[in-house]
């Protein structure tokens, strides 16, 4: 059993590394259904359970402040990677086709929370799940720390998460075909230019690398600092919150040309997602059917609130659908359906989604609000 500070995390990190290899190594199938993270999530709460770690107050101590610490800087890193201009620059189509995809998903998720009267567990549940129907798993996280949501409550989510994704996804590719028959029902125009979202590709040194790693850490302590005068909202909202406007302001800087910034950043989200799971406790996932239904009834909502938009703004089921999977699916799986289309268009799916780690935080934090509300 581990009972001290360093082994608890030097197990943490091995853990989040072996699993994170293994998915990109591997050719295991079941990677394709479940994501490395959810697997970290997974194996860090199992482990928990059989007592590899000792519950004392030093184990718990470290868990807390580098949970504070790692996830501001965490979005800070990976929000470098915003390009505004270039995503006002995508065409009246995409950015409606995208805005109706975040509007529809806030709206499903509180009108089958509503419907279906659930209590304030499900309401963590959902809100981190919006976090990431809007954003991706770091907004996840945020949402979840920002709201207090337990850590056992993660596991409903990332589950919902990774089962009722993969059918979205499925279903997507499945509607490629339909395509020019639902255009001429909607009488979309199709005018797309390719956008292209490469990279000058640059050695990656570990000296900027490291520089980022402890500008991320001080902007967290900034944050942190600036969180701790008591108005209004809880000090990870506030730290939240202020990591992301640091995050966006830093990508207009060379602080975004860093080659690797993207790698760093997911290595933090592997880490924290050890992390959150070696503090959850596995107390039984009766609910898992009831949220899975729901999350399904949540993508059929969304579905035909995007096929009614689509007809009111003549939208084409490209846009339409890149649209919802760069919000539902994020950057691993927006391109994908992108490609099914024409290799050209990947380019738009890919700046939609990463468009996702600076929305998917306030919307999964305003559609939390709600649900909290109607909770009561």
Known sequence: MI?????????????????????????????????????????AMLLAQLGLWQENETIHASYKSVKTVLLPAMLFVMLLQIDLKAFA??????????????????FAFVALFWLFSLDNDAAGVFATLAGSWTGGTANMLAVAGALGVREELMGYALIVDSIDYTVWVMTL??????????????????????????????K????????????????????????????????????VLFATLFGVIASRTPLRDIAGSPLLAGAMLMFLIALIGSQAHLR????????????????????????????????????????????????ASAPILAAAYHRSLIGIAV???????????????AIGYILQGIAG
Do not use: C
């Open 173 to 202: 590719l499945f509607l490629v075909a339909f395509a020019p028959a639902f255009n001429r029902w909607t009488n979309a125009p199709l005018r797309f230019k390719s956008v292209d979202t490469e990279q000058e590709s640059k």
């Open 89 to 106: 620059g995508l065409g009246r189509s995409l950015i409606i086709a995208y805005v109706a995809s975040v509007l529809s998903l806030s």
């Open 284 to 331: 039984g996932f009766e609910a898992v059917p009831l949220y899975l239904g729901i999350g399904l009834l949540i993508l059929l909502l969304h579905a035909a609130i995007m096929v009614i938009a689509a007809k009111l703004f003549k939208l084409d089921l490209f846009s339409i659908g890149v649209a919802s999977l760069a919000n539902i699916g994020g950057v």
């Open 204 to 239: 990656i040194k570990p000296w900027p690398l490291v520089l980022l790693f402890a500008f991320s850490l001080l902007i967290a302590y900034l944050g942190n600092m600036l969180a701790s005068f008591p108005i209004g909202l809880s000090q990870t909202t506030w730290s």
């Open 351 to 365: 700046l939609m989604a990463i468009m996702g780690y600076l929305i998917g935080t306030f919307a999964g934090l």
């Open 3 to 43: 009972a001290t500070p360093l082994f608890y995390l030097l197990s943490l990190a091995l853990l989040a590394g072996m699993l994170g290899a293994l998915e990109k190594v591997s050719r295991y199938r079941v990677f394709t259904f479940l994501p490395a993270v959810v697997l970290i999530y997974a194996a």
